[in-house]
T-cell receptor, first 115, second 116 residues
Framework: AQKITQTQPGMFVQEKEAVTLDCTYD???????LFWYKQPSSGEMIFLIY??????QNATEGRYSLNFQKARKSANLVISASQLGDSAMYFC????????????FGTGTSLTVIP | GAVVSQHPSWVICKSGTSVKIECRSL??????MFWYRQFPKQSLMLMAT?????????EQGVEKDKFLINHASLTLSTLTVTSAHPEDSSFYIC????????????FGNGTRLTVT
C-alpha cells in the first residue's frame, strides 16, 4: 500500500482564491510527522509546513494551513489568497517514528494559478 | 535555517565519463543524507541513504557500482555517477536533516545531469 497518496495530478485556481491540495497517508505508527513541500520549475524543494501526529491544532504558516484529520488519515494543504508564484508542484511527505530517518513522498500535485 | 548546498547545479558530460555531485549541510550535522532521482513531472525516487562512516543503503534496482556514494563526514556526501550513459540523464537531488524528531528534510537545489 502507498504510504502517501495524492490523488490530484493537476489543479487550477484563480488568483486570490483559496485552493486545497489533498493528501492521505497510511501508517500504523502512532508517532509520525507530515510535511508539505513546494517544487517550482527551477527544481528546488521548499519546505512549507509540518504537522505532528500528536499536535492538537492544525498547523499554519502564513498563507499555508494544514487541514489535519487524523481519523481519516488526511493532511490536506490549504493555500489562501493564491498568487501567481504559487504555481508549482506540491509534494506531501511523511516520516514515521519507527522508521527512523526514512521519509515517504507522494506523487505530487501540479498547481497552476490563473491570473 | 538549515541549508543544504549541492554542486554542481548542472553538468553536461560525455558518455563513458564519471561525474561527481557534492552535497553539503552548511549549518548542521547530518548523520544521514538521502539521494533522489527525479524524472520530469514525477515524484522523487529514493536512490540511496547515505550514512556517515558506513556504507550507503541502496534502494532496490539501483546499481551501487554505478552510483557510488561516499559520506565522508557529518556535513558532506558525494554521489558519483560512473561510466555515465544517456539514460543516466536526470535531475538528482540530495537532502539531509538535523537529527531532531520534528525537523523537515532540507534539500539541495539539485543537479541536472545531461549525458551526451
Amino acid at each position: 500500500a502507498q504510504k502517501i497518496t495524492q490523488t490530484q495530478p493537476g489543479m487550477f485556481v484563480q488568483e486570490k482564491e483559496a485552493v486545497t491540495l489533498d493528501c492521505t497517508y497510511d501508517t500504523s505508527d502512532p508517532s509520525y510527522g507530515l510535511f508539505w513541500y513546494k517544487q517550482p520549475s527551477s527544481g528546488e524543494m521548499i519546505f512549507l509546513i509540518y504537522q505532528g501526529s500528536y499536535d492538537q491544532q492544525n498547523a499554519t504558516e502564513g498563507r499555508y494551513s494544514l487541514n489535519f484529520q487524523k481519523a481519516r488519515k488526511s493532511a490536506n494543504l490549504v493555500i489562501s489568497a493564491s498568487q501567481l508564484g504559487d504555481s508549482a508542484m506540491y509534494f506531501c511527505a511523511m516520516r514515521e517514528g519507527r522508521s527512523g530517518n526514512q521519509f515517504y513522498f507522494g506523487t505530487g500535485t501540479s498547481l497552476t494559478v490563473i491570473p | 535555517g538549515a541549508v543544504v548546498s549541492q554542486h554542481p547545479s548542472w553538468v553536461i558530460c560525455k558518455s563513458g565519463t564519471s561525474v561527481k555531485i557534492e552535497c553539503r549541510s552548511l549549518d548542521f550535522q547530518a548523520t544521514t543524507m538521502f539521494w533522489y532521482r527525479q524524472f520530469p513531472k514525477q515524484s522523487l525516487m529514493l536512490m540511496a541513504t547515505s550514512n556517515e562512516g558506513s556504507k550507503a543503503t541502496y534502494e532496490q534496482g539501483v546499481e551501487k557500482d554505478k552510483f557510488l556514494i561516499n559520506h565522508a563526514s557529518l556535513t558532506l556526501s558525494t554521489l558519483t555517477v560512473t561510466s555515465a550513459h544517456p539514460e543516466d540523464s536526470s535531475f538528482y537531488i540530495c537532502s539531509a536533516y538535523p537529527d531532531r524528531g520534528n525537523s523537515p528534510l532540507h534539500f539541495g537545489n539539485g543537479t541536472r545531469l545531461t549525458v551526451t
